[in-house]
């Protein structure tokens, strides 16, 4: 079993009536179990789909069911985002420290939980009580990899007062006002220990996007110990947002929609089949990876193969012509998104002659 596909049966089983899950486990859930949730879910939805970026979200999580709602749908499709990104945390040590800021129903804590090695000290920041009070019984039950340390929740974040080793804001910022973003971002990036990550996570969609790729420049211009080490390989300005007015640093991720999640979507006519997400990971103390990061797919045009790229020295759309294909180019040629190349040579727009790439590393697709 995937660790998506576990995390949907973990959360099913603590969430769902005894019937409905021993119906899951065979096959699909009645309706009538599932109709609760469904109905709390377009609620929640149309409250995210019409809130105006850089306002406050009033929280649409007003009870316990809907908070249950969000874990059974919400949390599996952020898990995987984060899932796919985890490969890219080294710890060193067999014990770590996790904050968990916005955790809502426990989806970051949850996601570390069922992927790292490490044993993990989980402090969670959560406004909604609904949402706080689910968080602390998913986690406090998880039984899985016998690597929960302890986990306490927090009524906010205490900048200074403790560090962590890993630091989360999944979809959080996504509901604040500018000023309260700006705060937020300042408290995480003094929560950071010495050679700890800040993982910033926002939903995939173009504005919240744009607001994460300022926040990402104002930790890089603010905190030079910050590493910017995904999906950037460069430490200064992100090139997109001056060089274009509606481009957005993101990927599309094909998963295994786990079985609950397919159900659930088919029930709201929603389409998770494929799952956009943008983020951005620190490291303190660490440093930014050579080579340029592929944004967007390469596509063959009638002068070559064209994608858009970012590094150091170049940002911009590169072109290899027609005739200059070959296996040093083939990592370009094939690139995925956020593929990150080494290459020898310059770059520039036309790819020259003697230029060679090589992939170095894509986080893995759950
Ligand atoms: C969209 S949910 C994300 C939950 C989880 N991190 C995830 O990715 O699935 C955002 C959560 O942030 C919480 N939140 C919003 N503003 C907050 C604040 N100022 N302090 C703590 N939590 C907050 C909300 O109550 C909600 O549970």
């Not at 064209?306 to 040629?333: I, M, N």
Request: charge should be neutral.
């Amino acid at each position: 079993m995937s660790h998506v596909a576990t995390l949907e049966s973990y959360i099913a089983k603590n969430i769902l009536s005894e019937a409905a899950f021993a119906q899951y486990k065979l096959g699909d859930v009645a309706h009538r179990e599932l109709q609760p949730y469904v109905t709390e879910l377009r609620r929640v939805s149309e409250a995210y789909v019409t809130h105006e970026t850089g306002t406050r979200l009033h929280s649409p999580i007003h009870s316990a069911r809907a908070a249950q709602a969000y874990a059974l749908y919400y949390t599996p499709i952020n898990a995987a985002k984060l899932l796919h990104l985890s490969p890219l945390l080294q710890f060193e040590r067999s014990e770590i420290s996790m904050l968990d800021v916005g955790c809502g129903p426990g989806t970051a804590a949850l996601a570390i939980l069922s992927s790292l090695q490490q044993r993990v000290r989980i402090t969670c920041v959560e406004s909604s009580p609904h949402m706080s009070e689910l968080a602390l019984s998913l986690i406090e039950a998880w039984d899985i990899n016998n690597n929960l340390l302890g986990v306490r929740m927090r009524n906010s974040v205490e900048p200074r007062l403790e560090t962590y080793d890993l630091v989360v804001a999944a979809n959080v910022l996504a509901e604040l006002s500018h000023e309260q973003s700006v705060a937020t971002l300042s408290a995480l990036t003094q929560s950071v220990s010495r050679g700890g990550y800040l993982l910033l996570l926002e939903p995939g969609q173009q504005l919240h996007t744009r607001r994460l790729m300022e926040m990402r420049d104002r930790v890089v211009a603010s905190r030079s110990d910050l590493a910017p080490i995904f999906p950037c390989t460069r430490s200064s300005e992100c090139p997109m947002l001056s060089a274009s007015a509606t481009d957005w640093c993101h990927d599309t991720l094909e998963w295994q929609q786990p079985p609950l999640n397919a159900q659930l979507d088919h029930l709201l006519s929603f389409n998770k089949h494929r799952i956009k997400y943008a983020a951005f990971i620190f490291q303190q103390g660490g440093s930014v990876p050579s080579g340029v990061r592929i944004l967007t797919p390469p596509c063959k045009t009638r002068l070559g193969t064209e994608a858009l790229v970012c590094g150091d020295s170049f940002y911009g759309t590169a072109r290899l012509r027609k005739g200059l294909r070959s296996e040093r180019t083939r990592p370009f040629e094939k690139g995925k998104v956020f593929d990150r190349l080494l290459v020898s040579g310059s770059l520039q727009e036309e790819i020259a002659e003697d230029t060679a790439f090589a992939k170095v590393d894509r986080p893995r697709p759950i």
